[in-house]
């Protein structure tokens, strides 16, 4: 079992910046790809990004590549989503999830359709 629990979410102005984390404990972190999600009211879920165990690959969904970076620190069970040049579109919850596999979290919309996965925090970018 693997517990994730997500923080740093909030409101920020448009072209504001905000890192979330993603806490995890239980089974062995640095078995586990991990990704992140979001899901905004009224729309589908939508995959963000991913990382492999060791962090040496990465993925992202093209509405935030150049402006988001997904890293992890294996020593702290913790994987990050940097955001910077935020838009309103971005507005959503986001949650981050844990697979076995690196290609079951690229081809999911949904945290749930992964291993694990968290509560999510509420990022809202205002315009």
């Known amino acids: 079992q693997v517990q994730l629990v997500e923080s740093g979410g909030g409101l920020v102005q448009a072209g504001g910046s905000l890192r979330l984390s993603c806490a995890a404990s239980?089974?062995?972190?640095?078995?586990?790809?991990m990704g992140w999600f979001r899901q905004a009211p009224g729309k589908e879920g939508e995959f963000v990004a991913v990382i492999n165990w060791s962090g040496g690959s990465t993925d992202y969904a093209d509405s935030v590549k150049g402006r988001f970076t997904i890293s992890r620190n294996n020593a702290a069970d913790t994987v990050y989503l940097q955001m910077n040049s935020l838009r309103p579109e971005d507005t959503a919850v986001y949650y981050c999830?844990?697979?076995?596999?690196?290609?079951?979290?690229?081809?999911?919309?949904?945290?749930?359709?992964?291993?694990?996965w968290g509560q999510g925090t509420q990022v809202t970018v205002s315009s």
């Open positions: 999830a844990a697979d076995r596999m690196y290609r079951d979290i690229v081809a999911a919309t949904t945290p749930n359709a992964c291993d694990y």
């Open positions: 239980g089974r062995t972190f640095s078995r586990y790809a």
